[in-house]
T-cell receptor, first 109, second 116 residues
Framework: KNEVEQSPQNLTAQEGEFITINCSYSVGISALHWLQQHPGGGIVSLFMLSSGKKKHGRLIATINIQEKHSSLHITASHPRDSAVYICAVPSYSNYQLIWGAGTKLIIKP | DAGVIQSPRHEVTEMGQEVTLRCKPI?????LFWYRQTMMRGLELLIYFNNNVPIDDSGMPEDRFSAKMPNASFSTLKIQPSEPRDSAVYFCASMRGGDSSYNEQFFGPGTRLTVL
């Protein structure tokens, strides 16, 4: 069993739809990261959170430490949101991240 | 801030040649990571530096790979000799501090390496 699991692996939706990407982890953590990788290849950190909820524009990230689960939501999705979304948690070494496999999101106009 | 800078952005070389990838981390960040990304294996950590000192090089595939960080503003990843299986995107990332529980990693644009 992978230490970080994401679902779904692939998601195709229409513009305007509400998007949810899930991340479950098996290790004890104090924070979780969400990152975005665009088709051009660049990787950008979206959120780092340790409890509750964070919001940035149309993106919302939530985490439940007790249930070891996090979700990334996108409201009013747009084709420019098409990307791979990756969740990651610190390993026991703390400097290293354990990466999820990523969720490939395609938003059709 | 200019962000993490990597060069070159693209590199095409022939098998057996030496390849040098360069990275300038964000000023004030004292952690630096080199990653390799392929379709088959995803994102792999190659080496981690903290305060210019290599802390973890367990991800370096073999002796053909070497990395240096001579100062806080510059790092190199060298492959000598290169092989076709080294073809991948190589990312450099930097982070303030040494704990991913409290700090985000900032990625460079990557170097797409093709070894023919």
């Amino acid at each position: 069993k992978n230490e970080v699991e994401q679902s779904p692996q692939n998601l195709t939706a229409q513009e305007g739809e509400f998007i949810t990407i899930n991340c479950s982890y098996s290790v004890g953590i104090s924070a979780l990261h969400w990152l975005q990788q665009h088709p051009g290849g660049g990787i950008v950190s979206l959120f780092m959170l340790s409890s509750g909820k964070k919001k940035h524009g149309r993106l919302i990230a939530t985490i439940n430490i007790q249930e070891k689960h996090s979700s990334l939501h996108i409201t009013a999705s747009h084709p420019r949101d098409s990307a791979v979304y990756i969740c990651a948690v610190p390993s026991y070494s703390n400097y290293q991240l354990i990466w999820g496999a990523g969720t490939k999101l395609i938003i059709k106009p | 801030d200019a962000g993490v800078i990597q060069s070159p952005r693209h590199e095409v070389t022939e098998m057996g040649q030496e390849v040098t990838l360069r990275c300038k981390p964000i000023s004030g960040h004292n952690s630096l990571f080199w990653y390799r990304q392929t379709m088959m294996r995803g994102l792999e950590l190659l080496i981690y530096f903290n305060n210019n000192v290599p802390i973890d090089d367990s991800g370096m595939p073999e002796d053909r790979f070497s990395a240096k960080m001579p100062n806080a503003s510059f790092s190199t990843l060298k492959i000598q000799p290169s092989e076709p299986r080294d073809s991948a995107v190589y990312f450099c990332a930097s982070m303030r501090g040494g704990d991913s529980s409290y700090n985000e990693q900032f990625f460079g644009p990557g170097t797409r390496l093709t070894v023919l």
